[in-house]
């Protein structure tokens, strides 16, 4: 295991300081219904790594576009 673990908090300032803004509060509500990254439980806390985060950040990019009145692929 190579992988830092990074709490809530962590992970929401991770994504943050890769421009892609979201609440440690918004990773806690998707830990409950669901469609937030991958984590895993130590005691009570869920705990993230960057690649999972990385990946589900990936997911949810949009295609990239020209202009705003293009349709996605």
Same mark, same amino acid.
């Given at each position: 295991?190579?992988?830092?673990? $990074?709490?809530? *908090?962590?992970?929401a300032?991770? $994504?943050?300081?890769? %421009?892609?803004?979201?609440?440690? @509060?918004?990773l806690?509500k998707? !830990? @409950? !219904? %669901? %469609?937030?990254?991958?984590?895993? *439980?130590?005691g009570?806390?869920? !705990?993230?790594?960057?690649?999972?985060?990385?990946?589900?950040?990936?997911?949810?990019? %949009?295609?990239?576009? @020209?202009?705003?009145?293009?349709?996605a692929?």
């Amino acid at each position: 295991m190579t992988e830092q673990f $990074l709490t809530r *908090r962590e992970a929401a300032e991770y $994504l943050n300081n890769k %421009g892609l803004p979201i609440a440690h @509060t918004t990773l806690a509500k998707l !830990v @409950t !219904v %669901g %469609g937030g990254p991958k984590f895993r *439980r130590f005691g009570r806390n869920a !705990v993230y790594t960057g690649s999972d985060l990385d990946a589900w950040a990936a997911a949810r990019l %949009g295609e990239a576009r @020209t202009n705003s009145s293009q349709r996605a692929a």
